[in-house]
């Protein structure tokens, strides 16, 4: 089953929809990027790129209020992963808990290495249970993804 | 590439990956041994789990070659670690190739093998990679 997804807008409407925080919606959905107009993505894919991509947002956030160490290169690295995941059909969905709500992708206040480090391997063990039902190809990025969280998850603890 | 080639190119690459941790691992320093003598059992372990999977398809394993070349004369404790870097790294490059079979046993094993070589090789890099397993991110994105 394959489900056609429209991409209407460019990622300057992503980085807007970032920047006004998206205040006074119960759920707000940005259409990603893409080089093309229409992109044909079978459904299940669709689902496992979906979810992935929210959980590497997150983490780029949380690695942004991580300091020093290794945290920085998995802030770059959570970044590629977004991008490429982004290029391969998947959309960036972002949710408010209330009206006036932080967006759930917010920077957790008091995060540390260790925090990080835990929903890296969480992230890791949901990319790598999403790739076992995608079709090949974004299957072998979601394993990718998956293996680098699991990298990061290691190096990031390993530096406490 | 069939279910049976890839996995008979992992197993291949577990056969250098041991005879490599043997090698390499006899001339790291003394702190660095467990790591090495862990990641030769975790390599024997991969090993008789993809003989089993080709076994259970009706293949033949393919056997281990009686020496490899692994160049270990004169190098450094950084090269040595290089070396051990390098064997994960490719080690990863394979399994990916699991990856993208529709055979649910071996792309599960292939998924989790590549998290296991790239954790190894981010201990001996001392640094990780946002993409391992992958050539290239467009090539991951746009092909199959």
């Known amino acids: ?160 | 590439m069939s279910v049976d080639t890839s996995l008979q190119l992992a197993l291949a690459g577990e056969h250098a990956a041991i005879y490599g941790y043997g090698v390499v691992g006899a001339r790291l320093a003394s702190a660095e041994q467990t790591r090495a003598r862990n990641g030769l059992n975790a390599h024997r372990s991969a090993r008789d789990q993809i003989e089993r999977l080709i076994l259970a398809a009706g293949g033949a394993p393919v056997p281990s070659e009686a020496s490899y070349v692994v160049a270990v004369d004169g190098v450094t404790q950084r090269q040595l670690r290089a070396i051990l870097t390098s064997i994960e790294d490719r080690l990863c490059d394979l399994y990916a190739a699991l990856t993208l079979e529709r055979d649910e046993s071996a792309r599960a094993f292939g998924i989790a093998q590549m998290q296991a070589t790239a954790v190894r090789a981010t201990q001996w890099r001392g640094s990780a990679e946002a993409f391992p397993g992958l050539q290239s991110v467009p090539d991951a994105a746009t092909s199959n």
């Open chain 1, 1 to 160: 089953m394959t489900a056609d997804v429209r991409r209407r807008t460019v990622l300057t409407g992503l980085s807007a929809g970032l920047g006004i925080g998206l205040t006074g919606f119960s759920t707000f959905a940005l259409t990603a990027c893409s080089p093309s107009d229409d992109i044909t993505v079978d459904a299940a894919d669709q689902v496992a790129l979906d979810q992935v991509l929210a959980g590497e947002l997150a983490l780029e956030e949380q690695a942004q209020s991580v300091p020093g160490g290794s945290a920085p290169q998995a802030e770059a690295a959570h970044r590629a992963h977004a991008d490429a995941l982004i290029a391969a059909g998947g959309l960036a969905v972002l949710t408010t808990t209330s009206a006036t709500g932080p967006p759930s992708t917010s920077i957790v206040p008091g995060a540390t290495a260790a925090s990080l480090a835990a929903v890296q391997r969480r992230q890791a063990a949901a990319a790598a249970r999403l790739a076992l039902g995608a079709t090949p190809r974004i299957a072998r990025l979601l394993s990718s993804i998956a293996a680098s969280n699991a990298s990061f998850a290691w190096l990031i603890g390993a530096s406490r």
